[in-house]
């Protein structure tokens, strides 16, 4: 079972809606269930890893446009990967595979429960449980 927030999937559709009709990709990653709050912070292990953040993508940069890779944000920090698929299928084409687990999202982008599915790296979609909870706020300055 794959874990995400509502926030973060809507913020992805957003994303991938502004990105229209371009194809748009950016890192996931995760935090323990045991850290978030909310609705369903109690409902699965406090273990679970849950996908919660982005990292903003550079529409600017060539190698992330060609190769589908943030080279600016390290490989540890993010544990998943998100692609738009503006005219595509929800799947995982051989661009894709770059992480252990891909989020693929095609329009209508307003729809998570059929435009929005988690995958592994071999392409077989994953079962997803999309939950009501968020992360602990964070500060810059500490």
């Known amino acids: 079972m794959v874990y995400i927030t509502r926030a973060l999937v809507d913020v992805l559709l957003d994303l991938a ?3 229209d009709p ?3 990709t950016t890192g ?18 406090p273990e679970t890893p849950v996908f919660t953040d982005f990292f903003l993508p550079d529409p600017g940069n060539a190698v992330n446009a060609v190769f589908g890779v943030d080279l600016s944000t390290p ?4 544990q998943g990967q998100f692609v ?8 995982v084409t051989k661009r894709d595979d770059l992480a252990e ?3 693929v999202a095609v329009p209508p982008w307003s729809d998570a429960e ?20 968020q ?3 964070q500060s810059l300055s500490e």
């Not at 269930?33 to 109690?42: P, Q, S, V």
């Not at 490989?75 to 993010?78: D, K, T, V």
């Open 17 to 19: 809606s502004d990105a």
């Open 22 to 24: 371009d194809r748009l």
């Open 28 to 45: 996931v990653s995760i935090t323990p269930a045991r850290e978030l709050e909310g609705r369903d912070a109690d409902a699965i292990p």
């Open 75 to 78: 490989a540890r920090q993010a």
């Open 84 to 91: 738009s698929h503006p005219v595509r299928e929800l799947e």
């Open 101 to 103: 687990v891909i989020f």
């Open 114 to 133: 059929d435009s929005f599915g988690a995958f592994d790296r071999a392409g077989e979609r994953q079962p997803l449980e999309i939950i009501e909870a």
């Open 135 to 137: 992360p602990p706020e």
